[in-house]
């Protein structure tokens, strides 16, 4: 389990932060969940609602996405 979320970790660090729930949404639509597995993403979400924000901010640095909403270094 440790493995597999530093591996996720490191995924997801090389990628904008604006793009996880899209990244996150393609891996679900692209894979075969079983019912538990769904009931756990809902509560998972659910639980997310509480700190959910408008928008999330790019933290990449300049150069790593082409996130154009970001103004780097201004």
Do not use: P, W, Y
């Amino acid at each position: 389990k440790e493995a597999v979320r530093s591996f996720t970790n490191d995924i997801f660090n090389r990628i904008c932060r604006k793009s996880v729930g899209n990244v996150v949404g393609s891996i679900i639509e692209d894979h075969v969940l079983s019912f538990d597995d769904i009931q756990r993403l809902e509560e998972i979400l659910e639980m997310k609602k509480a700190f959910a924000v408008e928008e999330v901010d790019c933290q990449c640095t300049e150069g790593q996405c082409d996130c154009h909403l970001h103004h780097h270094g201004e």
